[in-house]
């Protein structure tokens, strides 16, 4: 399709939906529109000599169109989310030199009179056979359409492009975790496809929101699977959602990779084929912070409680502090547990339960969620003054530390949190790599745990999926992973996998928060 007859049924769609028009099957040619309008704005917000009012007249009237066709707000995170995807592409399309800026302009200007040309009514109207005529023309198959995932390729590959696809949270009180997950693949991403992406195919994420719900989580799977036909998945977010999605995945002999979690429902021995990690495990992270709190804070074990969510995430927590108790010697059958439940910030009953405990404790390890821990601590705090708050990677290290800011220097100083990628504050030169391409491909989003572990994931793949050459296939992929040694993205620590170890990284970083809120380095040997 010509980037006039673009401009004109995108224009359509902008002026007769923004004004009010509503169509059966709409919101299916929103979804097609994004991913050819998304170009246009990209590749002249690239282009500094165009003006930025222009762009930003065709993003809102965009924007106004996403609200109006969706029923819901995971319709408008994905459409929204499709749109910002279609934008990264056509920036990259001119800093890569595949495009100019003379013809950004003109198709700037193509889709400008579009939506103020007279013409319009013969393309949309409140009848229902206009409104077909324009779902038609959005959905025919023209040059400009992206290629088909049929032909001679595996599921989710083509000659120009790789598909991935992350379950995760973009509602509910984990989204900024899936948020995170999310930003920092796509961080990754965007950085390989400006260098070409894997053997010329670019890298694409699609997104599914399971609301950290597993009840939810088979649906997510199904769209990335059946509909947006995915390669494999990368970066899901949870270990509930887990125990759902990963046999979805294994079903289908479907990589699943890199899962922002440490639950052991994902390190069998031996372990699933078709499932790799990058992190250390919640096992390797307790361990460590209960040794630290008996030997260098010097306390006993019977001080040492546990507030976890009360599912399989807080029993995964829970299960790694009773391994590091008997592995010093102690007792881990009277080891107090606080439970609260998921999605809720509701810990009365863990608070209560605290307060009646004869045998003073003086440090919590948390196997929660930000919001949770947050409030657990603001309940907490000036109960036991000197209590010694832990917790592990998944809780979302920058979320909590919002959140305990707002209630003041009180509650953030001294928090601890065990990480699995280095500090975000250091110059390690994956850091360093990485706050430098987040800063280009999503200027004003800060430096965050999450992102840079969702980076680090995808950059293992993307190791992965060059060493495996343009033959790619799943069973060819995972010869390479298994295959991987001595990997060094600049962490600090080597990276690898084996036939009998799917896990790359065993290392584990202690922070802990300062009066201003910000993550300091923690020695925690």
């Excluded at 919640?282 to 709190?293: I, K, N």
Aim: charged letters at 20%.
């Amino acid at each position: 399709m010509t980037s006039y007859r673009i401009a004109l049924l995108a224009g359509a769609l902008l002026f007769g939906m923004a004004g009010g028009a509503r169509a059966a099957g709409e919101i299916n040619i929103v979804r097609d529109l994004a991913g050819r309008v998304g170009p246009v704005v990209g590749s002249a917000q690239a282009c500094r000599d165009i003006a930025r009012p222009r762009i930003q007249a065709i993003v809102d009237k965009f924007s106004l169109v996403i609200r109006e066709a969706s029923t819901n707000e995971a319709e408008r995170s994905d459409l929204t989310q499709m749109f910002d995807r279609s934008v990264t592409d056509g920036r990259l399309a001119v800093s890569s030199g595949r495009m100019d800026c003379g013809r950004a302009d003109r198709q700037l200007a193509d889709l400008e009179r579009s939506i103020a040309g007279p013409s319009l009514s013969s393309v949309i109207g409140p009848s229902s056979a206009n409104a077909a005529t324009a779902a038609q023309a959005a959905t025919a198959p023209t040059a400009a359409v992206p290629p088909t995932l049929t032909g001679p390729f595996p599921r989710g590959i083509t000659d120009k492009e790789i598909r991935f696809g992350i379950a995760a949270p973009f509602s509910g009180s984990a989204r900024e975790l899936g948020r995170q997950m999310k930003l920092g693949i796509e961080t990754a991403f965007n950085r390989a496809n400006e260098t070409g992406g894997v053997d010329g195919r670019m890298l694409k994420l699609y997104a599914a929101d399971d609301g950290y719900e597993p009840s939810r989580t088979i649906d997510a799977m199904r769209q990335l699977y059946d509909k947006d036909q995915v390669f494999g998945i990368v970066g899901n977010v949870g270990t509930p959602t887990a125990a759902v999605a990963i046999p979805y995945a294994l079903e289908r002999k479907m990589l699943f990779f890199g899962a922002f979690t440490g639950a052991n429902i994902l390190r069998n021995d031996p372990p699933d084929r078709y499932v790799f990690n990058y992190r250390a495990s919640y096992v390797q992270e307790t361990d460590a912070v209960v040794r630290y709190l008996v030997k260098i804070r010097r306390l006993q074990p019977r001080q040492i409680a546990v507030f976890a969510q009360q599912d399989s995430y807080g029993d995964a927590g829970f299960a790694g502090v009773s391994k590091a108790f008997r592995a010093m010697g102690a007792n881990d059958g009277a080891i107090l547990r606080l439970n609260y439940a998921r999605n809720t910030v509701d810990v009365d009953a863990a608070v209560n339960e605290l307060k009646l405990q004869k045998t003073p404790v003086k440090a919590i390890v948390m196997v929660a969620t930000y919001r949770a821990a947050a409030k657990f601590i603001e309940k907490t705090r000036d109960l036991y003054p000197g209590m010694i708050y832990t917790n592990v990677s998944f809780v979302g290290s920058t979320a909590l530390a919002e959140e305990l800011k707002l209630l003041g220097a009180r509650y953030t100083n001294g928090v601890i949190v065990t990480q699995v990628v280095p500090a975000v504050s250091g110059y390690s030169s994956a850091v360093l790599e990485y706050k430098n391409a987040l800063a280009k491909y999503f200027p004003g989003e800060a430096p965050d745990y999450v992102s840079l572990e969702g980076y680090v994931a995808a950059n293992v793949l993307i190791q992965a999926l060059r060493k495996t050459g343009p033959q790619l296939d799943t069973e060819k992929l995972i010869d390479v992973l298994e295959n991987t040694r001595n990997l060094d993205l600049g962490l600090g620590t080597q990276l690898g996998f084996g036939r009998s170890e799917h896990q790359a990284s065993n290392k584990v970083w202690g922070t802990a928060l300062d009066e201003s809120g910000r993550y300091q380095p923690l020695e925690l040997e």
